[in-house]
């Protein structure tokens, strides 16, 4: 399928305006495969060579777009081989990763920890525009930094939710050092069963795009006024009200903004 793109993209380079390539607009797909062990990967009906039970996939630079790819796994299994599909929404400029192992043997997160850089947490708190009587609420808190910043530098009241017990253990010690354990609460929960409704005025996020657009439902009720911050990712094909970049010695990070009446449509 790779090379099916990279012929697909030869094919569309014809038909794209100059002017197209001149502001840079061609980004690629980056996707991350978790997989059994001797595991075969199809991606597109095309097989892999790739070995490794994480195996990661570039795309040639795309025009903008929408893009479905297939990707099938072959497991061995005790019972036969074991095909797993899943068909995967992108776009140019997304980074995702799927997990194809069986069930039992995948960890608990739906997105691997990766922490924020800490001059991110203190940009998208600036774009937040924090005050003392914001309720932040960070879905996937990791180690905690965001709400942990959040109420020392703005006072405010900051509440974390990760479904990894060490990343609790984490939080809560990440506050107890920083002494905001007044304005500090950790849960261990699963994001997709809180109930947005009542709460918080800014959520952020770090997860990825089709989790992203999985949260949406519940991210739609939440209450009026209350912004919504994600962190590297789209959220489906919503525009932001705000957006930024931010220089970091891992390279550039995009940070999102919208308002809940934004997520609605309103
Ligand atoms: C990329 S890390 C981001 C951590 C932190 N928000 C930050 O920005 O530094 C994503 C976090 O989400 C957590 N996570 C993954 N799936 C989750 C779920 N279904 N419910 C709650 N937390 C989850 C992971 O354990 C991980 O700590």
Redesign the pocket.
């Given at each position: 399928m790779w090379r099916c793109l990279i012929l697909m993209t030869c094919l569309f380079a014809c038909l794209i305006p100059a002017e197209m390539f001149a502001q840079g607009a061609l980004k690629t797909v980056t996707v991350e495969v978790y997989l059994e062990d001797g595991a075969q990967l199809f991606i597109e009906g095309q097989e892999t060579t790739s070995k490794g039970t994480k195996r990661l996939f570039v795309s040639p630079p795309l025009p903008p777009g929408k893009y479905t790819y297939t990707i099938k796994a072959i497991n061995a299994g005790p019972n036969g081989p074991r095909t797993v599909t899943r068909q995967l929404d992108v776009q140019p400029g997304d980074f995702e990763s799927i997990d194809l192992r069986a069930p039992g043997k995948r960890p608990i997160?739906?997105?691997?920890?990766?922490?924020?850089p800490q001059n991110i947490v203190d940009a998208l708190l600036r774009l937040g525009k924090v005050t003392s009587k914001d309720v932040l609420w960070?879905?996937?808190?990791?180690?905690g930094?965001?709400p942990v910043t959040a109420a020392k530098v703005y006072g405010c009241k900051a509440h974390g939710?990760?479904?990894?017990p060490e990343?609790v253990k984490d939080s809560l010690a990440n506050a107890r050092s920083h002494n905001v354990e007044r304005l500090v609460t950790i849960e261990q929960?699963?994001?997709?069963t809180l109930d947005l409704s009542k709460g918080p005025t800014i959520v952020?996020l770090?997860?990825l795009p089709h989790l992203n657009a999985k949260l949406l439902p519940q991210l739609r009720k939440l209450p009026p006024g209350t912004r919504v911050i994600s962190?590297a990712h789209r959220m489906a094909d919503i525009k932001p009200d705000e957006h930024i970049v931010v220089d970091t010695e891992m390279g550039e990070y995009d940070v999102y903004l919208w308002t809940v009446e934004t997520l609605r449509g309103n």
């Open positions: 997160t739906d997105v691997e920890y990766e922490p924020t960070d879905l996937g808190c990791g180690d930094r965001i939710f990760d479904i990894d990343r929960r699963d994001i997709f952020t770090y997860l962190v």
